[in-house]
Nanobody
Framework: VQLQAFGGGLVQTGGSLRLSCAAS????????VGWFRQAPGKEREFVAA????????SYATSVKGRFTISRDNAENTVYLQMNSLKPEDTAVYYC??????????????????WGQGTQVTVSS
């Protein structure tokens, strides 16, 4: 499966962006799809994840209440709606997928396939 992430950009503090992660090659049916981010000089960190079949979601504490992950079955796409953006949200955002029962939701090393990153920059 191949993932394509897009939707990043430059936004002011308090603004919103919606990231998309589109899959090709097969459907997400048995997968858990996550968003991670990596700021310069920092490790890649978990942001949010969704189990495709159950729509069960998980969020990092730092984004809970501001970000919403969702999926569109017909489009085979996962979205990350980001509201009330802060400068500390600035990073390259990546989407990734794995079988939903495999490994940890929160560790990048558990994920088997990745999309290219999309840059999100929040100006103060």
């Amino acid at each position: 499966v191949q993932l394509q992430a897009f939707g990043g950009g430059l936004v002011q503090t308090g603004g919103s962006l919606r990231l998309s992660c589109a899959a090709s090659g097969r459907t997400f049916h048995n997968d858990r799809v996550g968003w991670f981010r990596q700021a310069p000089g920092k490790e890649r960190e978990f942001v949010a994840a969704i189990t495709w079949s159950s729509r069960s979601t998980s969020y990092a504490t730092s984004v809970k209440g501001r970000f919403t992950i969702s999926r569109d079955n017909a489009e085979n796409t996962v979205y990350l709606q980001m509201n009330s953006l802060k400068p500390e949200d600035t990073a390259v955002y990546y989407c990734a997928g794995k079988l939903h029962y495999k490994g940890s939701t929160y560790l990048p090393t558990s994920y088997d396939y990745w999309g290219q990153g999309t840059q999100v920059t929040v100006s103060s």
